[in-house]
């Protein structure tokens, strides 16, 4: 069953967490409701791209979306 796409406001404090505050991804889980399985997948592109929390600071919503979503449709949700 495929993962549900999280909001790109859940993304980027996933991604903040992690890389800036240096969470575990389980306090990443208890703290956002996303589930292990999404936040490993996110946490392992990030890593891949060779991505910091400097440069995803600087990207707008539609660049982290061709990011870590480059086969969907990138409009911005919310």
């Known amino acids: 069953m495929p993962?549900?796409?999280?909001?790109?406001?859940?993304?980027?404090?996933?991604?903040?967490?992690?890389?800036?505050?240096?969470?575990?991804?389980r306090q990443i889980k208890d703290s956002?409701?996303?589930?292990?399985?999404?936040?490993?997948?996110?946490?392992s592109k990030?890593?891949?791209?060779?991505l910091s929390w400097v440069a995803i600071e600087k990207l707008n919503d539609q660049q982290l979306a061709r990011l870590f979503y480059p086969a969907s449709d990138t409009r911005v949700l919310g």
């Open 3 to 25: 993962t549900k796409r999280i909001s790109m406001r859940q993304l980027r404090e996933l991604l903040r967490l992690r890389l800036h505050a240096g969470l575990s991804m």
């Open 32 to 43: 956002l409701r996303i589930s292990l399985g999404a936040i490993q997948k996110v946490i």
């Open 46 to 50: 990030a890593q891949a791209e060779g």
